[in-house]
């Protein structure tokens, strides 16, 4: 499925970009990285922690693409840098009889929390992505819509379930099921929901004691996972607050006891004014709710500042500063502290406008 | 304790003057179909008011609706309707978009004033703009090559044009995208050849607008719905307007604002 998706979108966008408004846009981070552990410097590193070249040519008023290849500092790869394609989808608007809604298709975000619309507002990544809970972007299709007046989002979609990050043959063929919603019922509250349900490997396999005889698989494994999003702003002062749960089960294993996964995770942001923001962010991460002290919490203390802005406001050029702290359950593990200063900057331009 | 209060001296160099509220000044940013409505009608309130300071600049209807969304203007004018996204991104942000309806428009299609057409059919402006048509003989006018002027895509005198006219189809290749009615009007003036949209407070005796399906853009076809490239012009503020950006929506419906904005070649709301 993967393949022949990439191959159909990097066709329709290689021609798209010759023929139809194409934007075009490039972000850099560059990152100073410096960890202590029990008071060894464990990590001092300058790094182009991300980089990216997108290219979304508008074929018509109803029909955009999305093309992103990632590229990154890597030890291991190829002279220092590696490569990723992490989108590669079109968007099909006005096609389903549903006002405000679009149909997807391709290497495509993962509707799921809040790791589709991340910004990094702090350096570190969404929390469902950290504690891979779900990949950030996979191959499938699904339908994004808006609610009447602004209420809201909602989303439902089928997924490969192997990511973006894994290629060949020997790749998970079980497909993954998500639905997400978002309400806005005031300015400034948001709640919503994500469901995913996946799953690995199949659920019957050929006994090869038997001939032919099919029996269930113990190793078999399901996923159920949930978000809860909540998003309150009020002025200069914005809160995020998320709850994931995830229960790893093995249905076909009667001695199996399922493995629960939490996450709490709150992220405080004061606007003070357009060029500086102070934000932090506060997560408990609970690998297996039935054992203690296996888990850790994460602080985070820092700022943005904004040095350029384009004419929407968005950020063009700008420094982040977070001072993480990692403090593990189990009183035999060391605390870890990072200090992570980053320059992002952003370009984007359209071309080939109003063809 | 030295550190104490100099960490507390220090948030509060910070963040008191980000709360401190500024008085007596509205920015304004947006459309550049408003911005002479904007600039014309700040000018005389603020003429009126001498305390007040109104700051006015363009960038067209996806600025003036995003500045809303940051926060860093009083007043974002658009000449389009703000879209579900930029609900949903607002009102997630604690922002209320809330559309005060200021003027009414036409886009007006505009040709050099030396081209003996008088009116097209929406049919005929839409194979134009796609590339169907691409000579002026094709609609009974001289063998002239058709020169297309729009607008780039962050105005919405580009979105309302491309609803309503192109229904969405592809644009033709090689139309010049200019960055305000200005710019379009100007080069429409310059070039025999040219066909262009623009507000009708744009309209001079320097081009040549003509007739869409027969109906003449005016004040009376625009009142009455005939004309079928008409559409109103706003100012988004964040909630109902209130103090001082309250009086400046007020003056500008007022039956004065409304004779300035008439004066600009707009037509009133009233």
Known sequence: ?355 | MKKLIFTITLLALIVVPALAKKENKITIAGSTTVLPIAQATAEVFMDKNPEINISVRGGGSSVGIASIIAGTVDIGDASRHIKSKELVQAREKGIDPYENVIANDAIAIILHKDNPINGLTLEQIKDIYTGKIQNWKEVDGPNMPIVIISRDVSSGTFEVFNTKVLSGATGASGSLMLASNNAVATTVKDTPGAIGYAGLGYVTDKIKAIEVNGIFPSKQTVQNKKYPIARTLHMYTNGTPKGIVKDYIDFILSSEGQELIEEQGFISVK
Not at chain 1, 170 to 193: E, H, M, S, W
Not at chain 1, 300 to 322: C, E, V, W
């Open chain 1, 1 to 355: 499925m993967k393949k022949a998706f990439l191959i159909v979108i990097l066709t329709i966008v290689a021609f798209g970009i010759l023929n139809a408004e194409t934007k075009l846009k490039m972000e850099l981070w560059n990152r100073w990285t410096y960890k202590m552990v029990d008071g060894d410097v464990e990590k001092n590193e300058l790094a182009l922690k991300r980089g990216y070249f997108r290219i979304e040519p508008k074929f018509s008023e109803n029909i955009k693409g999305r093309f992103n290849v990632d590229f990154f500092s890597d030890e291991d790869g190829l002279d220092g840098a590696g490569l990723k394609i992490k989108y590669a989808y079109l968007d099909f608007n006005n096609l389903l009889p549903i006002k405000d809604a679009k149909l997807t298709v391709g290497l495509m975000k993962t509707y799921f929390g809040t790791i589709y619309d991340w910004d990094y507002t702090v350096i570190d990544k969404d929390p469902s992505d950290k504690y891979k809970f779900v990949s950030s972007t996979d191959y499938g299709f699904g339908v994004f819509g808006y609610f009447p007046k602004g209420y809201g989002t909602y989303a439902l979609a089928v997924y490969n379930g192997e990511g973006y990050k894994k290629t060949g043959g020997d790749i998970n063929k079980d497909l993954n099921y998500a639905a997400n919603l978002r309400f806005t019922p005031v300015p400034g509250v948001t709640i919503g929901g994500s469901y995913m349900f996946k799953s690995k490997y199949d659920s019957q396999i050929e006994d090869e004691t038997a001939r032919g005889d099919m029996v269930d698989n113990p190793d078999r494994e399901e996923y159920n996972l949930i978000a809860g999003v909540g998003k309150f702003a009020y002025g200069p002062v914005s809160l995020l607050a998320q709850y994931l749960n995830k229960v790893k089960s093995k249905p076909n294993m009667d001695d199996y006891d399922d493995v629960t996964t939490t996450v709490m995770s709150f992220m405080p942001v004061f606007k003070v004014n357009n060029k500086f923001d102070i934000v932090g962010r506060y997560d408990m991460y609970d690998p297996n709710t039935d054992e203690d002290d296996d888990g850790y919490n994460i602080i985070i203390a820092g700022f943005n500042y904004h040095i350029m802005r384009d004419s929407k406001n968005k950020p063009k050029l700008f420094i982040q500063t977070n001072y993480e702290i990692k403090q593990y359950e189990h009183e035999d593990s060391e605390d870890e502290s990072e200090i992570l200063i980053q320059l992002r900057w952003i370009f984007s331009e359209t071309i080939n406008k109003g063809k």
